[in-house]
């Protein structure tokens, strides 16, 4: 039904006789029973009942006073009709898609061609209706622009122009104007769109579960909430892929098929006992913690099989009663959440019954920018167990106080003091606390002894920090660059060809000798075959080549198993550029080390006066490290990338002895606590 009813309708053998209209109400009477359609939020219910006829009214005029009578009916459309065109370029990407159609974002998460796609098509519609609303969204063209980008660009516009009628996006400048649309920072006033083009990259790419999420904040309030699931099955009834859910604040969730505009409405389960709950949640382990996730369904005693998906169609599993509980536990104590990834589906789970809570019980704060920066992790139920579930969290995430033990070193504070101070500003009782001074040297030898794994481009202080870290520590620090450095060199004097002589390059490779000689305070001294080369492996002509040298697969197996042999027993700190996913990708501690460019090349050109190369520019250095920074990227084997479970540190406006406490504190607290 578009508004207009026109013909004849048939139920069962059931001939209409008659057709009576009235509000938003439509009465067929036949001799045998009458059928009421009730229009309710372009939502068709029918009951079978006895009814009267009626005055005749104009159902068309009352429709339209209905939607005009329901706040953000219009922004709701809207977004529908962007989502749905989302849904058709992501579904199109799919169908095309090759693996090396992708790029990889700083967080390490998978981008595809078919973000781009749909986020510049869901933009697009929202701008031709609501010009001046601002968009906070996932993307931005800066991940397109530079010579590298060209193809995929081309790529998007065909793509992204396939699915409409007549071209949106003639050319590059066209497309880039409309992503970059959504650079807004959100915050607590005015309102603003927030899209995640395709929520859970990893389920598109292997054909599972994503979505495309829209949702409008005003005043920190979400108001409009849409969820564009393609690969989604209809629940109860599993008989079709491809569903639609969205809300409006106050006025409930529903759901239709894309391909079918009729919506149902829709409502979390009414389970009460939390036994009889289904778990939702991620699954990526770096998403949630998976084993905590385990204990709390132990404290609920959960029996049923958990449902791991990713994206937001874990929201749509419980808003329509699938499941009862989606946990998104912190994996990560400075992790923030994005806004994106949960604006359109809290909307939705709140208007069909649900409750959405952090972990400490808190409301999401939609007010703080693009991140939910004030609350940790995410609980979604079906509400009637939510404070069960929250305790069992509590439970599990934040244990009652056994007891505090608290070792120091030097501190002007005596031991019965910082105890004091500590039953002072708590509610703990001071038998439960023990301070003690102790010998930090001790200390650590007394503890496990784990593999630090430290990476990151050219320049970004990871050599020096990563050799006192580990006198600190009282560790064996390794300077895998170095070992490339020394092939390199060798090459060099031998007059070998690294490119035309791969073969004896990795000869080489094979048969170095390299040690490491370290003193108190002093730079390590590097012996290669036996003497000392500690400044050779340093000289400019060196970083000309060094990215050949690594690229060189039989040079990167050797040295990686000489790295990995040394590092086998722990208590070793080692840097390089693909340490934590390659050579130690088990390491306890993984630190991913960046800098601005210009911080990089100052700091190296200082390196170079030092040694005595005066005639060396900064504008050189930089361009050296641009070029190396894309050569490392991009080379297939062993390419410059941050492991999904590495912190990053900026040092660009850090010291090194900010840099060098920061890090010990940080490795201090993992080896106490675990």
């Known amino acids: 039904y578009q508004r207009r009813v026109r013909g004849f309708c048939f139920f069962n053998n059931c001939f209409a006789t008659s057709l009576i209209k009235n509000n938003n109400t439509i009465s067929i009477n036949n001799k045998n029973n009458n059928f009421n359609f009730n229009f309710n939020y372009k939502t068709i219910n029918f009951t079978m009942g ?144 927030v899209l995640d083009p395709i929520d859970g990259t990893k389920g598109f790419l292997r054909g599972e579960q994503f979505a495309v999420c829209l949702a409008l904040i005003e005043n920190g309030e979400i108001v409009v909430g849409v969820l564009g699931c393609p690969n989604l099955h209809s629940f109860p009834e599993q008989n079709k892929k491809g569903v639609i859910l969205s809300a409006i604040k106050n006025h409930g969730a529903t759901t239709r098929y894309i391909d079918n505009p009729n919506e149902v409405a829709i409502r979390v389960t009414d389970i009460t006992d939390s036994s009889e709950a289904i778990i939702c949640e991620s699954v990526e382990a770096a998403h949630t913690a998976h084993g905590d996730a385990q204990e709390i369904a132990d404290i609920l005693r959960v029996t049923k099989q958990s449902v791991r998906m990713d994206s937001q169609a874990k929201y749509a599993s419980v808003a329509r009663g699938e499941a009862s509980i989606y946990l998104r536990l912190p994996t990560s104590s400075t992790y923030e959440e994005r806004i994106w990834d949960h604006a359109a589906g809290v909307c939705i789970i709140k208007e069909a019954g649900g409750i959405v809570t952090d972990v400490h019980g808190q409301q999401l704060d939609f ?201 086998i027993n722990g208590g070793i700190v080692m840097d390089g550029r693909d340490i934590g996913t390659v050579v130690l990708p088990n390491a306890q501690i993984k630190i991913f080390m960046i800098a601005s460019v210009e911080e990089r090349a100052k700091r190296r050109l200082k390196e170079l006066h030092n040694s005595g190369h005066k005639q060396i520019d900064l504008e050189s250095i930089m361009k050296s490290i641009k070029d190396r920074d894309l050569a490392d990227e991009s080379r297939t084997i062993g390419p410059l990338k941050r492991a999904n479970d590495a912190i990053l540190f900026d040092t660009t406006y850090l010291t090194m002895d900010q840099q060098l406490n920061y890090l010990f504190n940080f490795i201090l607290n993992y080896i106490n606590t675990h």
């Not at 005749?56 to 005029?61: E, M, S, T």
């Not at 002894?449 to 430290?454: E, S, T, W």
Request: aromatic letters at 4%; one cysteine or more.
């Open 367 to 567: 007010t703080a920018g693009r991140t939910l920066k004030n609350n940790k992790g995410v609980i979604v139920t079906n509400g009637k167990i939510h404070e069960k579930v929250l305790e069992a969290v509590g439970q599990v995430l934040f244990p009652p106080i056994q007891k505090i033990e608290i070792s120091i070193k030097g501190h002007k504070l005596t031991p019965e003091e910082i105890k004091r101070a500590i039953v002072a500003a708590s509610s703990i009782k001071e038998s439960l606390i023990t301070v003690q001074e102790i010998n930090q040297e001790k200390y650590l030898e007394s503890k496990k002894r784990i593999m630090v794994a430290i990476d990151g481009p050219a320049g970004a202080g990871k050599s020096s920090t990563a050799r006192l870290l580990a006198q600190k520590l009282g560790y064996l620090y390794i300077d895998t660059g170095a070992m490339y450095r020394a092939v390199a060199l060798i090459c060099l004097e031998n007059a070998i060809d690294p490119v035309n002589e791969a073969q004896k390059v990795a000869e080489i490779a094979a048969n170095l000798n390299i040690e490491f000689i370290y003193e108190a305070d002093k730079n390590a001294r590097i012996l290669v075959n036996g003497t000392d080369r500690s400044q050779d492996i340093r000289k400019p002509e060196i970083i000309n080549i060094i990215s050949i040298i690594a690229a060189n697969e039989n040079v990167r197996n050797s040295l990686v198993a000489k790295q990995q042999k040394i590092a």
């Open 50 to 193: 006895q009814t009267q006829t009626q005055e005749l009214q104009n159902l068309d005029n009352k429709m339209q006073e209905n939607q005009e009578n329901i706040p953000y009916s219009k922004e709701r459309t809207v977004a529908i009709e962007a989502v749905l065109k989302g849904c058709a370029a992501a579904m199109s990407v799919f169908n095309k898609l090759v693996s090396e159609e992708t790029l990889v974002k700083k967080d390490n998460s998978p981008v595809t061609v078919g973000d781009f796609c749909v986020q510049a098509l869901v933009i697009k519609v929202l701008t031709e209706v609501f010009p001046n609303d601002p968009i906070v969204a996932e993307e931005h063209s800066k991940d397109l622009r530079g010579p590298n980008g060209e193809v995929m660009v081309n790529k998007i516009l065909e793509l992204a122009n396939s699915v409409v009628e007549k071209p949106w996006f003639e050319t590059a400048d066209d497309l880039f104007k409309i992503l970059d649309r959504g650079i807004h920072n959100g915050g607590s006033t005015g309102r603003f769109w």
